[in-house]
């Protein structure tokens, strides 16, 4: 890659950021997602604040802003209205102001407010305090309504809650919801994306029976936790909140908040002894545990490296998951699929059961290196960048060809170039030494 190759990337990252901007929030991408979406705001911050540190901190601060009075932080925030997105507020039938729908998705901002602080040259630290103290009660709410017996494992009540709508996880949990009363509907996303790279309809029929269960029961977490027909704990979602807990332990203790802090490392505790159980010996890996069936995913997904962003792990699973990742790399052109390659369900151009995803990349490249597998992150790093370069910023990309799919001009990939793919890119969470071993940073 050359300096000026780098250096229209870079360009052109900005303006997709800039293009995709509403003011306070930023849409995924023009049209297919018109409103402000959870994980995706948390990326676009780390993005902006590349180049704009303020407008980094609003993203976030806008994203808090629609916490519900419980503590959950939606997954969609309708900020304006738009007829052409389905399912809408009027299927979500949340109530709120702002309207939202009615689940949430990984809580990345914890982490990523963390790395706000750390890079920003300003003193961002009083506009942090509140934004703290909304996580800690998204964290709570996390504990509270979907880890009622406390067991240290968080449920999903919908795939879309996973961030990784369509995964091979999902089908055997969704053959238990009826879909007999959905009745007909109109999906949007096929009008902008060919139907091939989408979910087909019998996944989507399940998804709006599960939106109406939650409609029609208020979205009360009580009875979600007992009867909710989809109670599935994700190792992603499951990762991504133990190593929130962990960033808001430390960012509470920088802040001299030691009630969050405490709460925050009780949480923690609890979190990283519950994963264990989603341990597979027989497949080396973690996968998602459907809790009302007590049934364990049969396929590995990219979400099991994400255990490595999570936290420490066992010496023994890490080397069996380390053996998992080089079977994958030889099986693919680019890294990292999003569901095993050698699978018979892998497929490299639906969306989440094989497509290569930036933001997923991002957190496993991060977790590799945090747990001394640099060289690995390097790769991961590098493929991103090839990805990003050759195609452009593509919602994902197929790991065979590497050809760009979805949307195009996506936020969070422009953010993940900007905030980590890009050669002039800030850090990833590493230490200033371990910095510079890592080519690109
Ligand atoms: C899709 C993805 C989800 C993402 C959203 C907006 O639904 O599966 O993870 O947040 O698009 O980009």
Redesign the pocket.
């Known amino acids: 890659m050359n300096l000026q190759s780098i250096n229209r990337c870079d360009q052109r990252a900005r303006e997709i950021l800039q293009k995709n901007d509403r003011g306070n929030y930023t849409v ?1 991408t023009d049209g297919l ?1 018109p409103f402000q ?1 959870n ?2 705001s948390a990326l676009v911050a780390l993005g902006f604040c590349a180049f704009d540190p303020d407008r980094a901190w609003r993203e976030i601060e806008t994203l808090l802003s629609a916490q519900w009075d419980n503590g959950m932080v939606p997954h969609i925030i309708f900020w304006k209205d738009d007829e052409g997105y389905f399912p809408g507020p009027a299927e979500w039938g949340t109530g709120t102001s702002p309207k939202t729908s009615g689940i949430t ?1 990984p809580p990345l901002a914890a982490t990523i407010v963390r790395e706000l602080l750390d890079r920003s040259k300003e003193d961002f630290h009083s506009r942090a305090v509140p934004i703290v103290e909304a996580l800690n009660r998204w964290h709570q709410w996390f504990s509270d309504a979907r880890d009622p017996d406390g067991r240290g494992l968080v449920a999903i009540i919908h795939p ?1 809650e996973s ?3 369509n995964l091979p996880d999902w089908d055997a949990p969704l053959c238990h919801v009826d879909t007999s009363g959905v009745g007909t509907y109109s999906r949007r996303d096929t009008q902008h994306v060919h139907e091939d790279e989408r979910p087909k309809k019998l996944d989507y029929d399940r998804y709006m029976a599960l939106v109406q269960f939650g409609r029609e029961n208020g979205w009360d977490p009580e009875i979600i936790a007992r009867d909710n027909p989809f109670w599935v704990a994700d190792a992603g979602m499951n990762a991504i909140l133990r190593r929130a807990e962990h960033d808001l332990v430390d960012l509470a203790q920088t802040l001299g908040l030691s009630r969050i802090a405490t709460q925050a490392r009780a949480r923690a505790q609890r979190l990283d002894a519950g994963f264990e159980a989603l341990w597979s010996e027989q497949l080396g890996g973690y996968v998602s545990l459907d809790l009302r069936h007590n049934e364990k995913a049969r396929t590995l997904t990219a979400g099991t490296f994400l255990a490595f962003y999570a936290s420490n792990t066992p010496d023994r699973h890490a080397r069996r998951m380390l053996d998992t990742f080089h079977l994958w790399s030889k099986k693919v052109r680019y890294g990292v699929p999003s569901f095993d390659p050698t699978s018979e369900l892998f497929d490299s151009i639906r969306y ?1 059961r094989g497509p290569v995803w930036a933001i997923i990349n991002w957190m496993i490249a991060n977790g590799l290196e945090r747990n001394g597998h640099a060289e690995l992150a390097v790769r991961i790093h590098k493929d991103t960048q090839s990805l990003i370069c050759n195609e452009g910023f593509y919602e994902y990309f197929c790991p065979l060809t590497g050809r760009g799919m979805g949307g195009d001009a996506f936020s ?1 990939t422009a953010a993940a170039w900007l905030a980590w793919a890009s050669p002039n890119a800030g850090h990833s969470g590493r230490s200033a030494a371990d910095r510079n071993q890592v080519p690109g940073a």
């Open positions: 995924p997602y979406w994980w995706d998705q879309w961030g990784r709508d989440w969070w």
